[in-house]
Structure formats: structure tokens, C-alpha cells
């Protein structure tokens, strides 16, 4: 399992399938680190998942943030948004400690994986069509390859469409809901939703911590 999934990161890391995130990567490296961050060496590569394919749930987001994961290369690590879902993950039993500060962190997850539809960070946080379609594959294998699944959450909307695209299901028939789960013919797992834990869902408390750690909490079993 686990050449297996060196394998898999390497081909995550190294993919250029698209040359406007190539390019914004590039950029960002040179010319647009945050002040606070001016110092620190951004990753600025397709960010790998993290934690184990043996786990039972897998967490998709959007994309990884440019100053967030894009910086520190590991999914929802260095924003706000990963401060709401990591602190869940704690609160759930689901992992060691509450924070995510940097790959070299002491953080270790229990049971669960952390993904995203697209795994490089894309200007103004929205991937193009193509971008989304271009990363899929990378999610149709890790979703194969994680035997034990019983739950993916997608977090978002776009999430939840690309994970119906990986197989094959339409979006009309599984409409995006907050804390719903949705069931398939022939699947194991199943795919529960969640409103985004994004700085602007939560300010305008389309999502509350409360709302987020009860989804979180139902999975934990």
C-alpha cells in the first residue's frame, strides 16, 4: 500500500496537465508570496492528499488555497478554512491535535483522508472547466484505491459534482444539499455534503462551526 501510494503522490506532484496553473504557481513563487509569509518557502506544486488509503472517509474541498495549501503543500493547511475543518476532525476523535501548521507538523489523521477536485491552487480560488476535468482522473483513482471507504464528504458544491462525475452519476438526480447523504447502486460508501468551510460561509453563517462539527461527528463511526 504504501509504494502504492508513493506512486500516486509522485504523479500528483508532478502533473502540468494545466499551463495556467503551471503558470500561477510560478508567479506566486516569484512574485506574490503573502507579507507575512515573504520568507517561507512556498510549495507551489499540485498538492498530494493526506492520510492513509486505508481510511473510511475520504473529505474533498475545491482547491487548495494560494497562501494556504498552495504555500505549505499539504490539503487545508495554512487558512482559515483548514483551522474549521481540522479543529472538527479533533473534536470527532479524528485526529492527534486541533491544528495543521506544516507537513513537519506532529499531526496524524484516524481513519480519515483529506482531498481536493483540484489539486493546484487556481487564481481567484476558480478553476476553469477544463482544469476540473484535467484533475479527475487523480480522484477516480484515489476514491478505487481506497477499499474501505464508507464516506466521502464533499465540501461544496463543486466538490459534489466532481465526485459525481467520477462516477458517472448526474448532478439532477443527487442534488447538493447540507448534511445530506446520497446512496448509489453498487457503491459501498456513500456521499454526504457540506456547505464549504470557507471565511466567507462561515462570516455569513450560511455555515456554523456547530453545523460543520455535527456532519463531521456523524462519520466518526
Same mark, same amino acid.
Given at each position: ?34 507579507? #507575512? ?7 507551489? +506544486?499540485?498538492?498530494?492528499?493526506? =492520510? /492513509? @488509503? ?86 477516480? #483513482? ?7 471507504? +464508507?464516506?466521502?464528504?464533499?465540501? =461544496? /458544491? @463543486? ?63
Amino acid at each position: 500500500m504504501n509504494s502504492m501510494l508513493e506512486d500516486f503522490d509522485k504523479r500528483v506532484i508532478s502533473c502540468r496537465k494545466c499551463p495556467r496553473l503551471v503558470k500561477y504557481a510560478t508567479e506566486t513563487k516569484k512574485y506574490n508570496k503573502k507579507n #507575512e509569509f515573504v520568507n517561507e518557502k512556498y510549495w507551489c +506544486k499540485p498538492v498530494p492528499s493526506f =492520510g /492513509s @488509503l486505508d481510511s473510511t472517509l475520504l473529505i474533498v474541498g475545491l482547491a487548495p488555497g494560494k497562501h494556504g495549501a498552495g504555500r505549505t503543500g499539504r490539503p487545508f493547511t495554512g487558512d482559515f478554512a483548514g483551522e474549521i475543518l481540522y479543529k472538527a476532525l479533533y473534536e470527532s476523535g479524528l485526529s492527534n491535535i486541533e491544528k495543521s501548521i506544516s507537513k513537519s507538523d506532529e499531526l496524524k489523521l484516524k481513519k480519515v483522508r483529506i482531498s481536493n477536485a483540484v489539486r493546484c491552487a487556481p487564481p481567484q480560488n476558480k478553476p476553469t472547466n477544463n482544469e476540473i476535468i484535467n484533475c479527475r482522473p487523480f480522484l477516480i #483513482e484515489e476514491i478505487r484505491m481506497m477499499t474501505k471507504l +464508507k464516506y466521502i464528504l464533499a465540501l =461544496g /458544491s @463543486l466538490a459534489h459534482k466532481q465526485i459525481l462525475q467520477c462516477i458517472g452519476e448526474k448532478q439532477a438526480s443527487y442534488k447538493f444539499q447540507h448534511n445530506i447523504k446520497h446512496k448509489f447502486p453498487n457503491l459501498k460508501w456513500e456521499l454526504v455534503n457540506s456547505y464549504h468551510t470557507s471565511r466567507y460561509n462561515i462570516n455569513t453563517k450560511r455555515l456554523t462551526y456547530e453545523m460543520f462539527l455535527e456532519v463531521v461527528k456523524e462519520l466518526n463511526h
